[in-house]
């Protein structure tokens, strides 16, 4: 079956801009994730979803940034006023549950100019 | 804080040598360890969990609690184990994986 699925692949935004990510996670897998990767390092744990709540949102660096997931299935993540610094590739994930194995996306590069 | 260490960014070597990746991690409760691999121009998928006690692709790994490590071997690399491998922990009541930060390994023929 289909796997997760992330659009765009790549983005090219200016500073300031506001951005939209998306995350279409595999069918019937309730929670979902989202990490950040920067250069040469590992994925950063953003924040998670179960259901249309997002349980645990820790790991969101600031107001600036923000994700929904209304209807439980398809989750967005919005970057306001973007930074240089945000640059890096958001990677989604989602399970079948809780401590259930996370399978990820194929990421989605933003690019901050 | 929890913390995942993986000493090695760069690790090459010869086909059919042992191969061994180390993570070391931080956490004064009962994690659950995984490593995640990432092959070239594909996505980050499980290679396995310590839970499961598997061998995959003839990789294994051992948690050691008294020496919070988690190292990844293999008796004999192969040159299609030439990836990007990530330690991963999850802690008690958290959903959330803590990865470190990356160790690439080349096989050479």
Not at chain 2, 34 to 61: D, M, N, P
Request: glycine share 10%.
């Amino acid at each position: 079956g289909a796997g997760v699925s992330q659009t765009p692949s790549n983005k090219v935004t200016e500073k300031g801009k506001y951005v939209e990510l998306r995350c279409d996670p595999i069918s019937g897998h309730t929670a979902l994730y989202w990490y950040r990767q920067s250069l040469g390092q590992g994925p950063e744990f953003l924040i998670y979803f179960q259901g249309t709540g997002a349980a645990d949102d820790s790991g969101l660096p600031n107001d600036r940034f923000f994700a929904v997931r209304p209807e439980g299935s398809v989750s967005t993540l919005k970057i306001q006023r973007t930074e240089r610094g945000d640059s890096a590739v958001y990677l989604c994930a989602s399970s079948t549950g809780t401590k259930d194995t996370q399978y990820f996306g194929p990421g989605t590069r933003l690019t901050v100019l | 804080a929890q913390r995942v260490t993986q000493p090695e960014k760069l690790l090459s070597v010869f086909k059919g040598a042992p191969v061994e990746l180390k993570c070391n991690y931080s956490y004064s409760g009962s994690p659950e360890l995984f490593w995640y691999v990432q092959y070239s121009r594909q996505r980050l998928q499980l290679l396995l969990r310590h839970i499961s006690r598997e061998s995959i692709k003839g990789f294994t790994a051992d948690l050691n609690k008294g020496e919070t490590s988690f190292h990844l071997k293999k008796p004999f690399a192969q040159e299609e184990d030439s990836a990007m491998y990530y330690c991963a922990l999850s802690i008690q009541g958290a959903q959330k994986l803590v990865f470190g930060q990356g160790t690439r390994l080349t096989i050479n023929p």
